[in-house]
């Protein structure tokens, strides 16, 4: 099983459009958990952490469920900016490397 | 806004040849990283470095690979003789404290190995 995995994608939604990312991870001592963005050929952006009780910034909420070792991303009324490609990032460890999965790559059409 | 920094921004060398890809992370951040991203796969951990000496490394990171913070500023990644499958971005990253461990990268440098 591989550490990370997220939906295989590509989402293609038209503006305005809510779209949901789902991750699960396969170490349950996994202790930090992040949703990263990247632009085609850029570093990873860290779009937000993301803590046991679910947390909002904005129009993204993200969602953490330890006991399934899922965790999800959604974003409402979606931008023609949000188009990048969606990480999802844990950490596990005393050493606090971050284990990422291949992400999946958001389209947002006019 | 602080940021991570990293030169050069793309490196060409031939097989064999060692480079060197160097890094200035956040001023005060504590905890230094070195990430790679072959195209069309998955960003890797390479190595975790604080308090001068390297927290872990990855299999990736053998004996050709070396870290080193020569000053107060500076982080580098040595490669000492490049094979072709070494072509990759690299990135370096930093994070203030192990707790939160949010890690913030640098604009990354693009090796090519001819």
């Known amino acids: 099983r591989k550490e990370v995995e997220q939906d295989p994608g590509p989402f293609n939604v038209p503006e305005g459009a809510t779209v949901a990312f789902n991750c699960t991870y396969s170490?349950?001592?996994?202790?930090?958990f992040f949703w990263y963005r990247q632009d085609c050929r850029k570093e990873p952006k860290l779009l937000m952490s993301?803590?046991?009780s679910g947390n909002e910034d904005g129009r993204f909420t993200a969602q953490l469920n330890r006991a399934s070792q899922y965790i999800s991303l959604l974003i409402r009324d979606s931008k023609l900016s949000d188009s990048a490609t969606y990480l999802c990032?844990?950490?596990?460890?005393?050493?606090?490397?971050?284990?990422f999965g291949k992400g999946t790559l958001l389209t947002v059409n006019p | 806004e602080p940021e991570v920094t990293q030169t050069p921004s793309h490196q060409v060398t031939q097989m064999g040849q060692e480079v060197i890809l160097r890094c200035v992370p956040i001023s005060n951040h504590l905890y230094f990283y070195w990430y790679r991203q072959i195209l069309g796969q998955k960003v890797e951990f390479l190595v975790s470095f604080y308090n001068n000496e390297i927290s872990e490394k990855s299999e990736i990171f053998d004996d050709q690979f070396s870290v080193e913070r020569p000053d107060g500023s500076n982080f580098t990644l040595k490669i000492r003789s490049t094979k072709l499958e070494d072509s990759a971005m690299y990135f370096c990253?930093?994070?203030?404290?192990?707790?939160?461990?949010?890690?913030?990268f640098g604009p990354g440098t693009r090796l090519t190995v001819l």
């Open positions: 993301v803590y046991s």
């Open positions: 990253a930093s994070s203030r404290d192990s707790y939160r461990n949010e890690q913030f």
């Open positions: 990032v844990v950490s596990h460890g005393s050493n606090y490397k971050l284990t």
């Open positions: 170490n349950s001592a996994s202790q930090s």
